[in-house]
């Protein structure tokens, strides 16, 4: 492996936490983020994520025990906060010794952190404000977070609404020098990551930049329009009604984008009318999201589907092995650290 001197230097304690030879996580794709991509993306020195979305104690089992099978390297899993059997999903984290646990999509519920925490495994959250961040990297009473993950609106899937820039220029200052920071969002050359290294982040995430990777199990078809597409294509999709907040998904426009603002009245009719609680009503849309993109990433229907993107899709333009996109960004990052 060719050495990284400027961009190990400065990534150092995002690979002491990680245990990787690079401080590159892959963003928690579902269905993409299954054994073959995280494998080789922790073989390749980077950090893999199994995306657990929406499944259950019993898939996330096998899916932990075929992924060891593949990689003798570190590996997390990344669990969504409002998962109703999330509690089980973290048993089943506990029973394979998971060393490091992504918590996504809202606040820790209470006694989650310390239920990971309990079996040794390592914490890593979301926030998309500084004060919640400090918030959930308190370290009192063993209910903080180890690192975090602060994630711009340019990524793909769900987003926040804050530009990745922004929010380094506003949370690394004020966090890096006590805690860890990975950066994510519109990541898809070196020059960036060299960039955030600089501002104090430990560390990137990148998902768009790996979803079409050799090892990725995506269809032909998703892929192909990944490479078609440019970064205007990836829109965000639109909140129908105020009264059932649903976090806005960045995804590459197509029929899929106008049936999910349908799916939307329908469900909020359906709050309206008391059939459903809010939490059941939030619940079906994630469902809704996890089959729309299981039509696109695993059947290819990429009309119907969802194709989540980040706006860095326009800088692929060819299939690559993990091995070579890790080589890219890592030679990027030095040569641009190096010039400086």
Known sequence: ??????????????????????????????????RNLVSAISNAGGFGVIA?????????????????????????????????????????CSKHGVSHVVLAG????????????????????????????????????????????????????????????????EFLPELSEDHLVFVAGGIGRGQ???????????GVQLGTRFACATESIAHENFKKAFFRANARDAITSVQ????????PVRALKNKGTEEFTAKQIEVAKRLDSGEIEMGEAQLQIEHYWAGAL?????????ENGSIMAGQSVGMLKEE?????????????????????
């Open 192 to 202: 960036a990551i060299a960039g955030y290294l600089e501002m104090g982040a430990v």
């Open 52 to 92: 657990c979305g929406a499944m259950t104690p019993d898939l996330l089992d096998t899916e932990i025990a075929e992924t060891r099978k593949l990689t003798d390297k570190p590996f997390g899993v990344n669990l969504i906060t409002m998962h109703p059997q999330l509690f089980d999903l973290i048993d089943v």
């Open 320 to 340: 690559e092995s993990v091995a070579d996109i890790m080589q890219k960004l890592m030679t990027q990052s030095e040569e641009a650290l190096t010039r400086r």
């Open 106 to 169: 809202g606040i820790p519920p209470k006694g989650s952190v310390e239920a990971i925490k309990d079996f040794g495994a390592k914490v890593i959250v979301f926030a998309p404000t500084l004060a919640l961040a400090k918030k959930l990297l308190r370290q009192d009473r063993g209910a903080g977070g180890d690192a975090l993950v602060i994630e711009g609106m340019e990524a793909g899937g769900h987003i926040g609404p804050v530009s990745t820039s922004v929010l380094a220029q």
């Open 1 to 34: 492996m060719t050495s990284f001197p400027k961009t190990t230097m400065l990534m150092q304690r995002g690979i002491d936490f990680l245990g990787s030879e690079y401080a590159i996580l892959c963003g928690a794709m579902s269905w993409v983020s299954e």
């Open 240 to 247: 129908v009604d105020p009264r059932l907040p649903v976090i």
């Open 294 to 302: 299981r039509r696109a990433v695993i059947d290819g229907d990429v």
